[in-house]
């Protein structure tokens, strides 16, 4: 009859989601499960290292290919081939082994279009794409949020079109970077430049934004200006004051100051209008990734790459919530782990405070909008 098979996409994910089952047993590259509330019978737990599947390399859709030759562009193959990473073979087959023995397949690898990708890639490569699937769909690894999650599984064929959405995009880069690469490079080594230039569709874009910012840096010419500040004294309080105006030179300030019968140090004055204003500043949204990078960088210097990084990890370490999301939003289930926990958080930043909203508001919390928002 066969077993259900959980597809996680690393380690680490793999045993949150044996941490949330009654019996477990580690054994090498997967873990078998007995947990009579979400299985009729045995399950296991397999994983992947990120993309244990990848696009082969030229010369092995046309040995003539291995050349590097201007007359061999584009190179477009007819249909695109898959193979399994060198180092991650042993992996590999006791996956494979897994999921055609398996009568159904949950994919668990992240709830995004590159983790449908990874597990679709995955199971196509083991030849085990006509088995039935079901789809994970969750944005915390807590045990309630994964417990809820194993109890309502979605229809895995629901989230194939984020699988061809990804593909599409790794066939696009396999077909930018291959050949822009070795046009670029066979052209510039005609002009004498030696090396490989490397060409690709995202960092060929972010490196010609870079080289026009540096340009702007280059080339700007800072100009001096001339304002009017000074301090005010009014009934024994003193306050700063400035002038909005701005002056090319120092003589056209001086200028405006005789003008006005001005003169340094003690001036008297008259408040001719006093406005006052009650202005309301809503709180900062939560976090997502893209702000998150833009707040440690400005902050930290931290690279893209780190942040991600490092916010990958928390999140496996179930401190943070799914960090691969421009949502701004968390869970109920997730605003309720963060109340029981508050206090854990207190003492980690050393602060104390009461809280002020008890109850989940719409600002910070909202369902549909994670979900949705995680789709993308």
């Known amino acids: 009859m066969g077993h259900v098979l959980i597809l996680a996409e690393k380690p680490s994910q793999a045993k949150a989601y044996a941490d949330s089952f009654q019996h477990t047993n580690k054994k090498e590259g997967y873990i078998e499960v007995t947990d009579h509330r979400?299985?009729?019978?045995?399950?296991?737990?397999?994983?992947?290292?990120?993309?244990?599947?990848e696009l082969v390399s030229p010369e092995q859709y046309n040995a003539a290919w291995k050349q590097w030759r201007l007359e061999q562009l584009p190179m477009f193959p007819e249909h695109f081939q898959f193979q399994?990473?060198?180092?991650?073979?042993?992996?590999?087959?006791?996956?494979?082994?897994?999921?055609?023995?398996?009568?159904?397949?949950?994919?668990?690898?992240?709830?995004?279009?590159?983790?449908?990708?990874?597990?679709?890639?995955?199971?196509?490569?083991?030849?085990?794409?006509?088995?039935?699937?079901?789809?994970?769909?969750?944005?915390?690894?807590?045990?309630?949020e994964i417990q809820k999650g194993f109890q309502k599984l979605r229809e895995g064929k629901n989230y194939l079109s984020l699988y061809k959405e990804a593909q599409t995009r790794q066939f696009s880069d396999w077909l930018v970077g291959m050949n822009a690469s070795r046009l670029y490079t066979l052209l510039l080594q005609?002009?004498?430049?030696?090396?490989?230039?490397?060409?690709?569709?995202?960092?060929?874009?972010?490196?010609?934004?870079?080289?026009k910012r540096q340009q702007e840096i280059e080339e700007f010419v800072s100009r001096p200006y001339f304002t009017?500040?000074?301090?005010?004294?009014?009934?024994?309080?003193?306050?700063d004051v400035k002038h909005k105006q701005r002056f090319e030179t120092k003589e056209e300030a001086q200028n405006i100051l005789q003008e006005k019968g001005i003169v340094s140090r003690v001036n008297d004055g008259l408040v001719q209008a006093l406005t006052k204003e009650l202005k309301?500043?809503?709180?900062?949204?939560?976090?997502?990734?893209?702000?998150?990078?833009?707040?440690?960088?400005?902050?930290?210097?931290?690279?893209?790459?780190?942040?991600?990084?490092?916010?990958?990890?928390?999140?496996?370490?179930?401190?943070?919530?799914?960090?691969?999301?421009?949502?701004?939003?968390?869970?109920?289930?997730?605003?309720?782990?963060?109340?029981?926990?508050?206090?854990?958080?207190?003492?980690?930043?050393?602060?104390?405070?009461?809280?002020?909203?008890?109850?989940?508001?719409?600002?910070?919390v909202d369902n549909s909008k994670v979900i949705e928002l995680s789709r993308v």
């Open 38 to 53: 979400f299985f009729d019978d045995r399950a296991f737990i397999t994983w992947g290292y990120g993309h244990l599947v």
């Open 280 to 364: 309301k500043e809503k709180s900062p949204k939560l976090h997502s990734l893209s702000s998150l990078q833009s707040t440690a960088n400005k902050k930290w210097k931290y690279s893209p790459s780190e942040v991600l990084k490092v916010a990958q990890g928390l999140y496996e370490k179930k401190v943070l919530s799914y960090p691969r999301t421009d949502s701004h939003y968390v869970t109920d289930s997730e605003f309720n782990y963060i109340k029981d926990n508050l206090t854990n958080y207190q003492k980690c930043l050393n602060v104390n405070m009461e809280m002020a909203y008890p109850e989940a508001r719409k600002r910070y």
């Open 84 to 144: 399994v990473s060198k180092d991650k073979k042993k992996q590999f087959n006791i996956a494979k082994k897994l999921l055609n023995d398996a009568c159904e397949i949950i994919v668990a690898t992240d709830c995004d279009r590159e983790g449908e990708n990874i597990a679709r890639s995955i199971i196509s490569l083991a030849g085990a794409a006509d088995k039935s699937t079901k789809r994970l769909w969750i944005n915390s690894l807590e045990v309630d």
């Open 228 to 239: 009017f500040q000074g301090e005010a004294t009014i009934n024994n309080e003193s306050f």
């Open 190 to 211: 005609k002009r004498g430049m030696k090396g490989v230039f490397s060409v690709g569709r995202v960092q060929t874009a972010t490196l010609y934004l870079l080289y």
